[in-house]
């Protein structure tokens, strides 16, 4: 059984970078046919995409993060991370990676999400 | 590429309610649509793939469907209960792979 996650600081600092990992166990980032996502929801708010990654290392980001997020997959093909700068409160919410399917963009594995706050 | 969801539906045990998820923007049948149910404090779970498809373990009392004509999907869930009661959220995808989701419906279980 697939299993992901997260891991990573509660607690960030304005202006400062998020980091976050997604651990994957019961399986590996190998296969072409998903991706691998990252997602947050601000408290009492909906889902946003934040991107994803394949195992080739080809990313898609949310166009209103990409100019301070990075994603990537671990050597060991166990895990990938997120890295957003120059956070804002704006950016407090839980973090869910996730597993989607190539054909179909359907999240079907996910890990329980854990929250980020950013405060001074 | 844009979905939208009315914030709020309520209904009784027993009855049927439908969700509706509207595109605009784009057209939703270019693209699978999928529904998703959370539960407070936990992770989202997948209820209809593909438009309609159900995961293992999801009960035939919940169906999706997609009307060209209104350029919408919708979730209808028959014979209501009271741990039907949670939010549900519409995703899909844009023409450059971009992943959408619709605002999120919170269901009420009178």
């Known amino acids: 059984q697939l299993q992901l996650q997260e891991s990573g600081p509660g607690l960030v600092r304005p202006s400062q970078t998020l980091s976050l990992t997604c651990t994957v166990s019961?399986?590996?980032?190998?296969?072409?046919?998903?991706?691998w996502i990252w997602l947050r929801q601000p408290p009492g708010r909906g889902l946003e995409w934040v991107g994803y990654?394949?195992?080739?290392?080809?990313?898609y980001y949310n166009p209103s993060l990409k100019s301070r997020l990075n994603i990537s997959v671990g050597s060991s093909k166990k895990f990938f991370s997120l890295e957003l700068a120059s956070v804002t409160a704006a950016d407090t919410a839980v973090y869910f990676c996730a597993r989607g399917t190539m054909l179909t963009h359907d999240f079907d594995y996910w890990g329980r999400g854990t929250l980020v706050t950013v405060s001074s | 590429f844009i979905l939208t969801q009315p914030h709020s539906v309520s209904e009784s045990p027993g009855k049927t309610v439908t969700i509706s998820c509207t595109g605009s923007g784009g057209n939703i049948v270019s693209n699978y649509v999928q529904w998703y149910r959370q539960r407070p404090g936990s992770a989202p779970t997948t209820i209809i793939y593909e438009n309609y498809q159900r995961p293992s373990g999801v009960p035939a009392r919940f169906s999706g469907s997609i009307d060209s004509s209104s350029n919408s999907a919708s979730l209808t869930v028959s014979g209501l209960e009271t741990e039907d009661e949670a939010d549900y959220y519409c995703?899909?995808?844009?023409?450059?792979?971009?992943?959408?989701f619709g605002g999120g419906t919170k269901l009420t279980i009178l």
């Open positions: 995703q899909s995808y844009d023409d450059f792979n971009h992943v959408v």
């Open positions: 019961g399986g590996s980032i190998k296969s072409d046919d998903y991706f």
């Open positions: 990654i394949f195992s080739s290392g080809v990313t």
